[in-house]
């Protein structure tokens, strides 16, 4: 009668990496959730299943993603961009407006610096072929890989080949 309730038969935790995205973690469960279907049909054959009930206060619903849920809010801290980017990548892609331009940002990290804190959130600290590091409202975050709009996917040494990219630009939190 209700979506995704009733008696658990079976689970199991999946560790989840800072370098896993929204990809990387849907092959993990894909996974984990083939083996265990296996087993937990074994274990109705046998009739051997304990049933586990649901913890109702413990369920979340997650709306459908739109297009705008992938804008990149850079007042938020480092590690919520960066889990952002993780979580939104393949669509809608975690996107900015940079120099009049929309760039979908598809890797990062998240970093410290010295200089966290004395810049805008937005605004780009550092651009070399290692990355582009922008200050959020908390924290640094390294931007690895992007793609300008109509692009393919590039590491940011090969982006910085055609766009020029400067200390003092800014990543806007607006389409």
């Given at each position: 009668?209700?979506?995704?309730?009733?008696?658990?038969?079976?689970?199991?935790?999946?560790?989840?990496?800072?370098?896993?995205?929204?990809?990387?973690?849907?092959?993990?469960?894909?996974?984990?959730?083939?083996?265990?279907?296996?087993?937990?049909?074994?274990?109705?054959?046998?009739?051997?299943?304990r049933?586990?009930?649901?913890?109702?206060?413990?369920?979340?619903?997650?709306?459908?993603?739109?297009?705008?849920?992938?804008?990149?809010?850079?007042?938020?801290s480092?590690?919520?961009?960066?889990?952002?980017?993780?979580?939104?990548?393949?669509?809608?892609?975690?996107?900015?407006?940079l120099?009049?331009?929309?760039?979908?940002?598809?890797?990062?990290?998240?970093?410290?610096?010295?200089?966290?804190?004395?810049?805008?959130?937005?605004?780009?600290i550092k651009v070399?072929?290692?990355?582009?590091?922008?200050?959020?409202?908390?924290?640094?975050?390294?931007?690895?890989?992007?793609?300008?709009?109509?692009?393919?996917?590039?590491?940011?040494?090969?982006?910085?080949?055609?766009?020029k990219?400067?200390?003092?630009?800014?990543?806007?939190?607006?389409?």
């Open positions: 009668e209700k979506m995704d309730a009733g008696d658990i038969i079976m689970q199991e935790e999946v560790e989840i990496l800072s370098s896993d995205n929204a990809q990387t973690l849907s092959v993990k469960l894909s996974e984990a959730g083939a083996d265990l279907l296996l087993k937990a049909v074994d274990a109705i054959e046998k009739r051997s299943e049933l586990k009930k649901q913890k109702d206060e413990e369920a979340t619903f997650t709306p459908r993603l739109k297009k705008e849920d992938g804008l990149i809010d850079w007042k938020r480092a590690a919520e961009v960066h889990n952002k980017v993780r979580a939104m990548f393949g669509w809608p892609g975690a996107f900015s407006d120099n009049g331009h929309k760039v979908k940002i598809l890797a990062t990290e998240t970093g410290e610096s010295e200089r966290a804190g004395a810049h805008r959130p937005g605004e780009i070399g072929p290692d990355g582009i590091e922008v200050s959020c409202g908390q924290g640094i975050i390294n931007v690895k890989e992007v793609q300008a709009e109509g692009g393919k996917r590039l590491a940011v040494s090969e982006y910085l080949l055609g766009h990219v400067r200390v003092g630009d800014f990543f806007l939190s607006s389409p």
